[in-house]
């Protein structure tokens, strides 16, 4: 299963709403669907699991939502520190277990 | 306190060897290694599962054959075991906890440079 991203790259500033995609390429359980963030330098960080649940110390202006192969992450009022690229994830059943996106770069404006 | 902390990266030459290790503190979950090309996404390289699963291995294609993954439980440790090194194979590799089909803890990463 192969996951598209878009857009590449989102130019927003902040206080505004921003919405990124995720496409799979077949039908997928939410179950096995999550968003990370990633800064420069630093490992990923898991944002949201079973495509609308965020995960611990995660603030509300993020949401996700979705199923079967179109998934949304959504920022409501961006911060300067979301600017980020941000990976979907889906766990498989068959090898590769874990499968990304290929990254949305979400710059400032 | 979680923790994940990896060592052993640098800089190896083409068909060489390298060993990751990564200090960890959550023995008896299933850990994964993911790994980074520079200025590129994110790659899933393997996981190992825990005793009650007799630890049992899977690998990405990419890797298969060349790399093997394996725990220390008595010490919290994971390791990485890299042979067959090929240029592409340099990324920052990441240790992560895996946690019900997320990876929820995530290690601060090592380089590793396969360049002759």
């Known amino acids: 299963i192969v996951l598209t991203q878009s857009p590449g790259t989102l130019s927003l500033s902040p206080g505004e709403r921003a919405t990124l995609s995720c496409r799979a390429s077949?039908?997928?359980?939410?179950?096995?669907f999550a968003w990370y963030q990633q800064k420069p330098g630093q490992p990923p960080r898991l944002l949201i699991y079973?495509?609308?649940t965020r995960a611990t110390g995660i603030p509300d202006r993020f949401s996700g939502s979705g199923s079967g192969t179109d998934f949304t992450l959504t920022i409501s009022r961006l911060e300067p520190e979301d600017f980020a690229v941000y990976y979907c994830?889906?766990?498989?059943?068959?090898?590769?277990?874990?499968?990304f996106g290929q990254g949305t770069k979400l710059e400032i404006k | 306190e979680v923790q994940l902390v990896e060592s052993g990266g640098g800089l190896v030459q083409p068909g060489g060897s390298l060993r990751l290790s990564c200090a960890d503190s959550?023995?008896?979950?299933?850990m994964n290694w993911v790994r980074q090309a520079p200025g590129k996404g994110l790659e899933w390289v393997g996981r190992?599962?825990?005793?009650?699963?007799?630890?049992?291995?899977e690998y990405a294609a990419s890797v298969e054959g060349r790399f093997t993954i394996s725990r220390d439980e008595s010490k919290k440790s994971l390791f990485l075991q890299m042979n067959a090194l090929k240029t592409e194979d340099t990324a920052v590799y990441y240790c992560?906890?895996?946690?019900?089909?997320?990876?929820?803890?995530w290690g601060q990463g090592a380089l590793v440079t396969v360049s002759s």
């Open positions: 992560a906890r895996d946690f019900y089909y997320r990876l929820d803890y």
């Open positions: 077949q039908s997928v359980s939410s179950t096995y």
């Open positions: 959550f023995s008896g979950n299933f």
């Open positions: 190992i599962k825990n005793k009650a699963n007799n630890y049992i291995t």
């Open positions: 994830q889906l766990f498989g059943s068959s090898l590769p277990l874990y499968t």
């Open positions: 079973d495509a609308s």
